[in-house]
């Protein structure tokens, strides 16, 4: 059965600091990883990752997949009252349905002004 | 890239209702979409995935005459859920995704049974 576990399961900082978010996972026919944001409604995307070691980037967020060791981060710099929100980590592969994700169980991210 | 459009956004009925949620996929065609339930500070659960002209696919525990899945055309899926009791009431979530790219999610209907 396909698995995904996400670590810290909450995380309460200050603005300003820096977080490090963990997801591992075991899945059969990996394709790739993903980085979700959730706040109110639906989650938005963040970033696939599909090759190990290469980082990728997007403003103070950024994440990097190890395929070796099964795990990808997600890390966040000079966090804003803004970050706050689940983080949902979700891989693609197994099974016979193309496309199909699972889920890790979120990382629930407050900060504090 | 892909938009994602479900409604209703929010729904509140008596026991017993039927409710039916409508999930498009606004500028591709999508053979294939996703549902999800989400509870309150949990991660999103894949109930079912939805195949263009034919069955839809469901996962383990998800009961295939409660949660009626119907995705007609290209663009369009719906989940009926028949005859809702309080314990349906969630966050219910559709996605598509095209190829390789990651899959995006429409706005989520929140499900309130009384």
């Known amino acids: 059965e396909d698995k995904v576990v996400q670590s810290p399961l909450s995380l309460v900082v200050h603005e300003g600091d820096t977080v490090t978010l963990n997801c591992s996972y075991e899945?059969?026919?990996?394709?790739?990883l993903l980085w979700y944001k959730q706040e109110k409604k639906a989650p938005t995307f963040l970033f696939m990752l599909?090759?190990?070691?290469i980082e990728k980037k997007s403003g103070r967020l950024s994440s990097i997949l190890d395929k070796k060791e099964l795990f990808s981060i997600l890390n966040i710099t000079a966090t804003q009252t803004g970050d706050s929100a689940i983080y949902l980590c979700?891989?693609?592969?197994?099974?016979?349905?193309?496309?199909?994700?699972?889920f890790g169980q979120g990382t629930i991210l407050t900060v504090h002004p | 890239g892909a938009v994602v459009s479900q409604h209703p956004s929010w729904v509140i009925c008596k026991s017993g209702t039927s409710v039916k949620i409508e999930c498009r996929s606004l500028d591709f065609q999508a053979t294939t979409m996703f549902w999800y339930r989400q509870f309150p500070k949990q991660s999103l659960m894949l109930m079912a995935t939805?195949?263009?002209?034919?069955?839809?696919?469901?996962e383990q525990g998800v009961e295939k005459d409660k949660f009626l899945i119907n995705h007609a055309s290209l663009t369009l899926s719906t989940l009926t859920v028949t005859s809702a009791h309080p314990e349906d009431s969630s966050f219910y979530i559709c996605?598509?995704?095209?190829?390789?790219?990651?899959?995006?999610f429409g706005d989520g209907t929140r499900l309130s049974i009384l």
């Open positions: 939805s195949n263009e002209g034919s069955k839809a696919t469901y």
């Open positions: 599909t090759s190990s070691g």
């Open positions: 979700a891989v693609g592969g197994g099974g016979t349905s193309y496309g199909k994700l699972t």
């Open positions: 996605s598509s995704a095209v190829g390789n790219q990651p899959q995006h």
């Open positions: 899945v059969t026919n990996f394709r790739s």
